[in-house]
């Protein structure tokens, strides 16, 4: 089936996509496995990108405090956290994108693999993200990002099929979930590592947020 353009449905991303707080939580990462007596490398954020936090803690006691309690490490990440998340600015282009996508008619869902707690403190200084109702956090459904379940959801909740929506991701985690949901996947990231990670997972990459409305064709873009 031809993808129809603009789709009848956005869902999108959040941390890395919408709101620029990869960063943000590496930072909080590092500080909580600190406290723990680790130090966790740069090159470790790469494969840290797109977890859900219960995968997260995992792959952080297993490879730099194996001492640390999980529900230690996560009650670290989230104090960590704390105040940091209003101070986060969006991606470049998410109000312009989001904007276009509703006026034009488009369902729009956020789709998260954080809890739903940091998805409302993220998106709460953005106004822009008001109208975005429907949210799909990692504390909706059993199995998160890479497993299909929160995109399956989240086309429930837009009472849409996946044929005729997409999925706005930053990272390989993401776009697996969103392709075994049978979602187109566009990825984007302006990291050029990152956009030849997220190719092997979808052939429909762009390098920006405005690239990307372009590729919807929102507001007539070609």
């Known amino acids: 089936m031809t993808l129809p353009r603009p789709p009848h449905g956005l869902l999108l991303d959040m941390d890395?996509?919408?709101?620029?707080s990869e960063h943000t939580?590496?930072?909080?990462?590092?500080?909580?496995?600190?406290?723990?007596?680790?130090?966790l490398p740069r090159a470790a954020e790469a494969e840290l990108v797109g977890l859900d936090t219960d995968t997260l803690v995992a792959r952080l006691r297993a490879g730099y405090v194996p001492h640390a309690g999980a529900a230690e490490l996560r009650a670290a990440i989230l104090e960590a956290l704390e105040g940091e998340l209003t101070d986060v600015p969006a991606c470049a282009g998410a109000g312009e994108l989001v904007a276009a996508a509703l006026r034009g008619g488009v369902r729009c869902a956020v789709v998260s693999n954080s809890s739903a707690e940091v998805v409302r403190r993220s998106l709460a200084p953005h106004p822009w993200a008001a109208p975005l109702t429907v949210r799909v956090s990692a504390d909706d459904v059993v199995r998160p990002k890479p497993a299909p379940d929160a995109y399956l959801l989240a086309l429930e909740r837009l009472a849409l099929d996946a044929a005729s929506c997409v999925a706005l991701e930053d990272s390989p985690t993401g776009a697996l979930a969103a392709t075994a949901a049978g979602l187109r996947c566009l990825g984007v990231a302006g990291d050029a590592a990152q956009r030849r990670a997220l190719r092997?997972?979808?052939?429909?990459?762009?390098?920006?947020?405005e690239a990307a409305r372009r590729w919807l064709m929102l507001d007539g873009g070609p």
């Not at 890395?16 to 620029?20: N, R």
């Not at 092997?200 to 947020?209: F, I, K, Q």
Request: glycine residues 10%; charged residues 15%; aromatic residues 10%.
């Open 25 to 39: 939580w590496f930072a909080a990462e590092c500080a909580a496995v600190a406290r723990f007596g680790g130090t």
């Open 200 to 209: 092997r997972h979808t052939p429909h990459v762009v390098e920006s947020l």
């Open 16 to 20: 890395g996509t919408l709101i620029d």
